[in-house]
């Protein structure tokens, strides 16, 4: 069962290449805070501008540094079902302990195209599958019914990672796929109301500064210390809210470089965070003693 506090994690660069060593200490960091799992490849891992070859070589290589301590989802959707039959069977084969797999984004596929493009990969390649639906990126709306559709028809589609914003639609997933179908907070700020509604964790941008604080939100509601829960959630919120004054990755890339733990690099067509965004993360950082 893969629950709790999943990171979506960075992918730090050095002179335009993969910064293998800091990619380690970052997974080390993660799993020595109590982190439940690493996502390696989603959108906070600048995924659109990893060369196929990179994008393999980053699961790869997160697949051999976690070495089964937690689980490793490896994101390897793409808006190709081809292409992403062919990356998440490499996800496989590489040992990864379940792929996350994004809406097809800019061709804008009617729902039951989305329905016929998961159940390809699903039939394709047999391990576990979380889909990804994030319709601000997307261009597309993964409907609960079509979730529970593929719920239903595809054993090997475990759970979602819900990034509409929409707790009302986050509700009808439950209700239509059951407790046993693994709804995942894709939004930081809704992670503590989505536990409350039936989710099982979060694919998390925030754990990446502080995996410790959100696992331990997880942790705390899940033992019933809802009022620890809460204190952990007004802790995160003005991180939550920070990490997304620019488009992500571009802020928590600043905050971790800012930690002293990756270099500032990001790639086009994102760019470094704006001068007056910069100011307002760092004080941000300093009240949650993060930085000096």
């Known amino acids: 069962m893969i629950e709790g506090s999943l990171v979506a ?20 960091f993660q799993i020595s805070s109590g982190t439940h799992g690493i996502v390696a490849c989603g959108t906070t891992g600048e995924s659109p501008t990893l060369t196929h070859s990179e994008h393999e070589h980053v699961i790869k290589l997160t697949v051999g540094i976690v070495k089964k301590r937690v689980p490793v989802i490896a994101g390897t959707g793409s808006n190709s079902t081809r292409e992403a039959v062919s990356l998440t069977e490499f996800a496989r084969r590489t040992g990864a302990d379940a792929s996350l797999l994004v809406v097809p984004y800019y061709n804008k596929p009617t729902q039951n195209g989305l329905y016929r493009h998961f159940r390809e990969i699903s039939s394709n390649v047999d391990m576990p599958h979380i889909l990804y639906n994030v319709p601000g990126r997307t261009g597309v709306n993964l409907e609960a019914e079509t979730t529970a559709r593929l719920a239903s028809d595809c054993k090997n589609i475990i759970g979602i990672k819900e990034a509409s914003g929409s707790l009302s639609q986050a509700t009808k997933i439950i209700q239509l796929c059951g407790k046993d179908f693994l ?28 995996p410790d604080k959100v696992a331990n939100l997880y942790e705390a509601y899940r033992n019933g210390d809802t009022e620890q829960a809460m204190k952990l959630h007004y802790y995160l919120s003005p991180l939550n809210e920070a990490l997304f004054y620019e488009s992500n990755p571009i802020p928590v890339k600043a905050a971790l470089n800012l930690m002293g733990k990756i270099s500032n690099e990001i790639r086009s067509p994102l760019c470094y965070i704006s001068d007056s965004n910069l100011s307002r993360l760092k004080e941000v950082l300093k009240k949650a003693d993060l930085i000096n």
């Open 9 to 28: 994690i960075v992918t730090p660069f050095s002179n335009g290449n993969i910064d293998e060593k800091a990619l380690e200490d970052l997974i080390e």
């Open 183 to 210: 709804l995942y907070s894709g939004e930081d700020s809704l992670n503590l109301p989505i536990l409350s509604i039936g989710g099982r964790g979060f694919i998390t941008v925030t754990a990446n500064i502080v």
